[in-house]
C-alpha cells in the first residue's frame, strides 16, 4: 500500500510559473527522493535529500523536508512545457523490512500549458 | 554510460502463462529492484537483489520471483499469469545500499499485458 500522500494530484499551469507540490508520509525515513515520469516511462530521479537536510537545490528545482511533519514540497520555478510529467516522491523508511526499498506516493500530475 | 537497459519493452501474454522480464544494470552497480506500476495502485516494491542474494520482497504472491546473476542483471518471474498482473514493470540499479549509494535509477520498464 501506498505510505505517502501527495497533493494536488494535479496541477495546471502556465509556462514561466513556479509549481509547487507537496507529499506527506507516515514513520521515520532515512532519506525523500523525487522522481519524473513522462507518459508511463521510466522514472528519472531529481534530487534526494537526507532526514538531516532541510532544504535542497538542484537548477530550477527546490526541495524542502519538515520531519516533525513529515513531509516535503518539491517547487519548480520558471516551469517550462517539457516539465509537463507526473512528480512522485518516494520515501526509505528507516529500519526493518524497509530496508533497501522505496515506498511511492501517488503522484501529482504537472500540465504546463506554453 | 549506458542506463539501466529492460527487456522486453512490450509483452503480451494470456491468463496462466508464465513471463519473463530481463534488466540490465548500470555498470558498477550491484543492486537491482523491481517495482510494479498497475493503474489505480501506483507505484509498488516487488523485490530488491543485492550480490546475486535476495534482499528484501514486498506483498506479492510467490508465484513472482526473480533472480540476479553473477554479471548483476536480473530477472524477474511471474507464474500463472493473471489479468490484475498487467502493469508496467520497472526495474532500477543502485551502487549500494548505504546512504551515499542508495540512489535508484530506473529502466524504461516493460509492459505486460496479460489476456
Known amino acids: 500500500s501506498q505510505q505517502g500522500e501527495e497533493d494536488p494530484q494535479a496541477l495546471s499551469i502556465q509556462e514561466g510559473e513556479n509549481a509547487t507540490m507537496n507529499c506527506s508520509y507516515k514513520t521515520s525515513i532515512n532519506n525523500l527522493q523525487w522522481y519524473r515520469q513522462n507518459s508511463g516511462r521510466g522514472l528519472v530521479h531529481l534530487i534526494l535529500?537526507?532526514?538531516?537536510?532541510r532544504e535542497k537545490h538542484s537548477g530550477r528545482l527546490r526541495v524542502t523536508l519538515d520531519t516533525s511533519k513529515k513531509s516535503s514540497s518539491l517547487l519548480i520555478t520558471a516551469s517550462r512545457a517539457a516539465d509537463t510529467a507526473s512528480y512522485f516522491c518516494a520515501t526509505e523508511y528507516a529500519g526493518g523490512t524497509s530496508y533497501g526499498k522505496l515506498t511511492f506516493g501517488q503522484g501529482t500530475i504537472l500540465t504546463v500549458h506554453p | 554510460e549506458a542506463g539501466v537497459t529492460q527487456s522486453p519493452t512490450h509483452l503480451i501474454k494470456t491468463r496462466g502463462q508464465q513471463a519473463t522480464l530481463r534488466c540490465s544494470p548500470i555498470?558498477?552497480?550491484?543492486?537491482v529492484y523491481w517495482y510494479q506500476q498497475a493503474l489505480g495502485l501506483g507505484l509498488q516494491f516487488l523485490l530488491w537483489y543485492d550480490e546475486g542474494e535476495e534482499r528484501n520482497r514486498g506483498n506479492f504472491p510467490p508465484r513472482f520471483s526473480g533472480r540476479q546473476f553473477p554479471n548483476y542483471s536480473s530477472e524477474l518471474n511471474v507464474n500463472a499469469l493473471e489479468l490484475e498482473d498487467s502493469a508496467l514493470y520497472l526495474c532500477a540499479s543502485s551502487l549500494g545500499t548505504s546512504l551515499a549509494k542508495n540512489i535508484q535509477y530506473f529502466g524504461a520498464g516493460t509492459r505486460l499485458s496479460v489476456l
Open positions: 555498470s558498477g552497480h550491484t543492486s
Open positions: 535529500i537526507r532526514s538531516n537536510e
